[in-house]
């Protein structure tokens, strides 16, 4: 009797653990199978190949965090990264690389400024100004390279490779900026005041704003950190291929939103963290490479990628309401 008792308890503790951690389960049953279906998967070269190749993806996420924690959306930074990476790259030839990164930085934290402004102090809907930006941005880098694809004019000559195909102590430098930007921004979002005000803007605005936080200023402040991290993209971008299309960064949004979605950020802010971001990139980032190991065609992926989303959404709906299945059906 008293097992028959406790199995419903049982269940229901299993059904809480996948609803809270199911992402990280995920990720650790995809990487088995992978594993045990191409020998090659867990090679070091591939495993650091997988990383490197998806630091720029997860520098985007890391800031676009910030954002949807605090209840809004960011579908700009794509076409923000393609500005970033062309103005840089034009800069280069022009100032040299010393004068054009800061300018480069300036220039695209300006627009996160401009967004910040219209959504947090205007209170303007994050979901249509953004996509706005979106158009906008891409017309102002056309309008800025004329058209042109940008490519430095002296790629021995610089040291401005450094990074995105530099190494230190045999690991790729945009791995360690990624990396250490994911362990500064989530002491940022997890140790000081400021990361407290950001789940507190996104779990209720109105309560916040009655305890005395500055819900505008907090919201126009994760703009910034998403422009500064989308501004550090399109520097690794830049640098790795040392000349950039205008559209290099285009469709890239909503594969950073489908990262920081798995990773169980709610789209509907108050919930996320910088760790479990860092886990939805790799497991985009590892998914891609396993299924192109394993013989499937590139484009399978989107499928893939598709089903996971739905799985998490799922996941994320499943833990606020406490089980799994709605209580309706």
Known sequence: MADTATNPVSLKAAGNFLARQGILVAFVIFMVGFALANDRFLDMDNVLGVVRSSTILGVMALGVTFVVISGNLDLSVGSMMSFSA?????????????????AMFIMTMSLGALIGFLVGYLKLNSLIVTLGML?????????????????????EGTWFSIFGQGTALGIP??????????????????KMPFGRKVYAVGGNGTAATFSGIR???TVFACYLVSSFCVATAGLIQAS??????????QGMELEVLAAIILGGASLMGGSGTVFKTVIGVLILGFIQNGLLLIGLEFYVQYIVTW??????????IAAKRGRLWSPIA
């Open 173 to 190: 430098v945009p791995i360690l900026i990624f990396l250490g930007l994911a362990a500064l921004l989530s002491i940022l979002l997890t």
């Open 215 to 217: 819900r505008a200023r």
């Open 240 to 249: 790795r291929s040392m000349g950039s299309q205008n559209t290099v960064g």
């Open 86 to 102: 062309i103005v840089v790259l034009d800069l280069h030839d022009k100032i040299g690389p010393e004068l054009a990164i800061p």
């Open 135 to 155: 158009s906008a941005i891409h017309g102002l880098t056309l309008t800025y390279s004329g058209g042109k694809n940008i490519d430095i004019a002296d790629k």
């Open 307 to 316: 089903i996971i989303i739905i799985l998490a959404v799922w996941l994320d």
